[in-house]
């Protein structure tokens, strides 16, 4: 298969990770959009036979990571469009979704950075905690930690710590 048609399988996970990464929907198409960008740049830097969706992973968080540090730097903003959404609704279709996912998605969003990224990768991507710890180079004891600490928050959010 040839590394394009790769990418485009790849899609809908990396846009989930991406998702879960940013805590939102427009800014996760444009961290998805980067690192789409930024492995057709560096495609030669792709290894045949390894894991593409590992090296994506990657790539995104660095990027997530890189585009973190430079809000902080710029101070926090918020786009017009996100009160007018807020204000008008995105009409009754979008609030029933909202309403089935919200508080997965609302104590998702609650997690530290740290944390919803190895809860992203392991327990919705699927990946070995290895895995995971190679794609956030991170050692497996953190890996580990931090899992441990991000479901027990989970459940805390969600109303199940006792």
Partial sequence: MRFEEEL???????RRFARGLAR????ADDLCQAAIERALKSRDQ??????????MYRITR???IDER????????????????TQVAG??????????????VGGAMARLPD????????????GYAYREAAEILDVPIGTVTSRLA?????????LGEAA
Avoid: C, K
Avoid at 8 to 14: A, G, Q
Avoid at 46 to 55: C, E, H, K, N, P
Avoid at 114 to 125: A, D, G, H, K, S
């Fill in 149 to 157: 600490r991000g479901r027990e928050t989970l459940m805390f959010y």
């Fill in 8 to 14: 485009v399988e790849l899609l809908p996970r990396l």
């Fill in 62 to 64: 660095n990027l997530w």
């Fill in 114 to 125: 740290e944390q919803r990224e190895i809860v992203m990768l392991i327990l919705v991507e």
């Fill in 24 to 27: 939102d929907a427009s800014d």
């Fill in 69 to 84: 540090r430079a809000a902080g730097r710029r101070g926090v903003h918020s786009p017009i469009d996100d009160a007018v």
């Fill in 90 to 103: 995105d009409g009754a279709a979008e609030v029933e979704a909202g309403a089935l996912r919200g508080d």
């Fill in 46 to 55: 792709w290894q045949q036979g390894t894991r593409l969706d590992s090296w």
